[in-house]
């Protein structure tokens, strides 16, 4: 499948962003910088098609000089799919081409330099678009996605390492911290601010688009930086989520500064949750949403964009592009617990593409996961993540399986770093919590110190897997009312006796446990 949607995007869509998958054609879709050149390449590499992939980066390098393009491009997208697609290539390269002589390095740091013009606003946020000849446009809005200004650091700070030049990982770092320093004191963020006056100007909040990944890169930047502002805004970030952004265990968008439901809306893009969690040993909690969105793939072949779980109808968003973040799920947490049954589901999800997304030349969005009349685009993320992920999940001995790698939001792998960057990578620590926090010693503050030092016991996912059936039939929302009673009170008991004797906890990286000292 990935062969016949690289070659129909090199055949039909090159030299454009994108295949455009019903006419055959290419399409623009975000700067005409060769999105799915770039965004693609390292899937060639972990597939083990080196020769494509030596060949791939040549074409990269020859028809791309350098980014002197004058396009308005979303800061955001182009980071995670063209800067992360370069920088995980590179290091790819380094290490399994013996010909490569690194010349996908000043491409990256091309293009981080022309970032850096988005982040010259007095709070140090971005803008959410810079042109990348002109730097920011004139008349540009200084509002930006949460998600858009606190998911750079990875890329920014993999070259920050890799050039030795901290402005990268500086600037993503600091945009990072500005937005978190914005938290609710129920330590929520909203969806968009304004990168001037760092003010929100979308209160609602949750783990959907455009604030997603944000959470995301708590956890990993802090794996593979080691910088431990990062890893406790993680802890608050995530604790409060669970706390205030979940009804009946399903995850709703919720007011940041009251907690109060916003709607009853479940959107495909929050199914990265449960690889995220599972990449932290939250296995329970982890195995309960995939199964949940196990049972959804009974109602659709696909998971719409949005789907209202209160009268469990569809609303205006009833595509799905061929988003990966489901497969994301079922391969971390196989990876963490190598249940079969994952596999199963996960080949299930592979047929489904298989059978109602391919083309003539490629695989094409789904446009209504009800009619599955199709789109005519194929988005780069389709082979740069969902095929890339479903590999691996029948691959176990693939050296990205096994090896320390923390893969960004757009599935691009970068190396967890042995040693922590310091003095001149440092910024300013975060502010001090606001003063609405509870004291410390207030029994409120407790369950999220705790947390941070609870045991990952596989007693606990196990117990949870065999209380649960993978076969249980679909029944509609009052089944799934019911979720919260599915884990009985000895299962709570067996995580607060977990968390009692005080284990610690162990990360779950791509390749089981993190071997931090073994990378570099
Ligand atoms: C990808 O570009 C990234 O995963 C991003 O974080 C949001 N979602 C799309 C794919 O769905």
Redesign the pocket.
């Known amino acids: 499948m990935f062969r016949k949607g690289w070659n129909g995007y090199l055949r039909h869509g090159f030299p454009h962003d994108d295949l455009a998958a019903l006419s055959c054609t290419g399409r623009k879709s975000q700067g005409e910088y060769y999105l799915t050149l770039i965004d693609s390449a390292d899937t060639l590499a972990m597939m083990g098609l080196m020769e494509p992939f030596a060949k791939t980066i040549q074409l990269i390098t020859t028809v791309l000089p350098n980014f002197d393009l004058n396009v308005n491009v979303s800061l955001f997208e182009t980071n ?2 063209i800067l992360g697609g370069l920088v995980s290539s590179h290091l790819i390269a380094t290490e399994k081409l013996p010909a490569y002589r690194g010349e996908l390095l000043p491409l990256a740091r091309d293009l981080g330099n022309r970032f850096l013009p988005a982040f010259n606003t007095r709070t140090g946020i971005p803008y959410g678009t810079v042109n990348l000849r002109h730097g920011v446009p004139p008349a540009e809005t200084p509002v930006v996605c949460t998600a858009c200004a606190g998911s750079l650091l990875l890329e920014m700070g993999t070259l920050s390492h890799l050039t030795g030049d901290p402005r990268y990982y500086n600037a993503a770092k600091r945009a990072l911290v500005e937005v978190w320093n914005r938290r609710s004191y129920l330590d929520l963020l909203g969806n968009h601010l304004d990168s001037q006056s760092g003010v929100w100007t979308a209160t609602t909040s949750g783990i959907a688009g455009a604030i ?2 944000l959470y995301e890169y708590l956890w990993k930047a802090y794996t593979v930086f080691h910088d431990n502002d990062l890893y406790d805004m993680f802890v608050q970030a995530y604790q409060a989520i669970e706390t205030h952004g979940t009804r009946d265990g399903w995850h709703v968008p919720v007011e940041m500064n009251t907690g109060d439901t916003g709607s009853s809306t479940f959107a495909n ?1 929050q199914c990265f949750w449960a690889g995220y969690q599972a990449s932290f040993g939250e296995l329970v909690k982890s195995t309960i949403m995939v199964q949940r969105m196990a049972h959804l793939t009974n109602q659709f072949a696909f998971l719409p964009e949005l789907l209202n779980i209160r009268t469990w109808t569809l609303t205006g968003h009833a595509d799905n592009p061929l ?3 489901l497969v994301e799920s079922v391969y971390f947490l196989y990876q963490a617990v190598k249940e079969p049954g994952l596999q199963e589901f996960g080949f299930e999800l592979l047929k489904r593409f298989y059978e109602k997304a391919q083309t003539q030349c490629g695989f094409a969005s789904i446009a209504h996961v009800e009619s599955l009349y199709k789109n005519d685009h194929m988005e780069s ?1 389709f082979l740069a ?1 969902s095929l890339k992920y479903l590999y691996l999940l029948f691959d176990p001995s693939n050296d990205f399986n096994t090896g320390s790698w923390i893969y960004t ?2 599935a691009h792998p970068v190396r967890v770093l042995v040693n922590r960057l310091r003095p001149k990578w440092d910024i300013p620590r975060p502010r001090p919590i606001p003063p609405l926090r509870p004291p410390r010693d207030h029994p409120d503050a407790s369950p999220r110190v705790r947390w941070a030092h609870q045991a990952c016991d596989a007693r606990e996912w196990r117990y949870v897997r065999d209380h649960l059936a993978w076969s249980k039939p679909y029944t509609g929302v009052n089944w799934v009312r019911h979720w919260p009673n599915v884990v009985p009170p000895e299962g709570i008991d067996m995580l607060r006796r977990a968390a009692d004797a005080g284990r610690d906890r162990r990360p779950v990286g791509a390749g089981g446990m993190l071997n931090v000292t073994g990378a570099w």
Do not use: C, G, Y
Request: aromatic share 8%; glycine share 0%.
């Open positions: 995670i799919r997603d990944s893009l988003r990966p973040e993320f993540e939001t757009e």
